[in-house]
Antibody
Framework: QVQLQESGPGLVKPSETLSLTCTVSGDSISSYYWSWIRQPPGKGLEWIGYIYYSGSTNYNPSLKSRVTISVDTSKNQFSLKLSSVTAADTAVYYC????????????WGKGTTVSVSS | QSALTQPASVSGSPGQSITISCTGTSSDVGGYNYVSWYQQHPGKAPKLMIYDVSNRPSGVSNRFSGSKSGNTASLTISGLQAEDEADYYCSSYTTSSTSVVFGGGTKLTVL
């Protein structure tokens, strides 16, 4: 059974960099695509971007200048970095398995709440 | 990058059927059979209910079905049950920026 678990700081200061890691268990990360999605409080889902195990990436144009997604196949993990954060980046951040890059996300992590505040 | 358009809310009584629409463009919903639907209960992660327009993952009730006509996709839930009360999101592959786009979400209330 594939499981995903997000981890990282729950509080980030404005202008700093948000860093999260998603650990994949029950499946090798060396297949499929792996996505990050976020949900601001009381709002809808926003796709952040995805990475293929080979390292190729695709990002939401609205966040592209601030986002980096990377993969560590030796640890079966992939990571998200979002720079120059503001209060608007406060959200629940989810990692998910994307079956064919822009297709559908069939396994999701439970999500982690990140607040941006001084 | 515009979100797909969904009604903010729909409602129905137990046993009834409801349909949630998801309208996009020829660059996303209308151009590809890569529409998916997610159910989200409060405080929980989204759950995949339909993929590739009309396919159900293993374990999802056959009361859930998906379809598409032109630029509009639809999720139909038949035999409504109290446990179906949740938020529902559609998603599609899009070529407008080579990425993924979500709908704004629909709150389903079971009366």
């Amino acid at each position: 059974q594939v499981q995903l678990q997000e981890s990282g700081p729950g509080l980030v200061k404005p202008s700093e960099t948000l860093s999260l890691t998603c650990t994949v268990s029950g499946d090798s990360i060396s297949s499929y695509y792996w996505s990050w999605i976020r949900q601001p409080p009381g709002k809808g889902l926003e796709w952040i971007g995805y990475i293929y195990y080979s390292g190729s990436t695709n990002y939401n144009p609205s966040l592209k200048s601030r986002v980096t997604i990377s993969v560590d196949t030796s640890k079966n993990q992939f990571s998200l970095k979002l720079s120059s954060v503001t209060a608007a980046d406060t959200a629940v951040y989810y990692c998910a398995r994307d079956r064919h890059g822009g297709g559908y996300m069939d396994v999701w992590g439970k999500g982690t709440t990140v607040s941006v505040s001084s | 990058q515009s979100a797909l358009t969904q009604p903010a809310s729909v409602s129905g009584s137990p046993g009834q059927s409801i349909t949630i629409s998801c309208t996009g463009t020829s660059s996303d919903v209308g151009g590809y059979n890569y529409v998916s639907w997610y159910q989200q209960h409060p405080g929980k992660a989204p759950k995949l209910m339909i993929y590739d327009v009309s396919n159900r993952p293993s374990g999802v009730s056959n009361r859930f079905s998906g379809s598409k006509s032109g630029n509009t996709a639809s999720l139909t839930i038949s035999g409504l049950q109290a446990e179906d009360e949740a938020d529902y999101y559609c998603s599609s592959y899009t070529t407008s920026s080579t990425s993924v786009v979500f709908g704004g979400g629909t709150k389903l209330t079971v009366l």
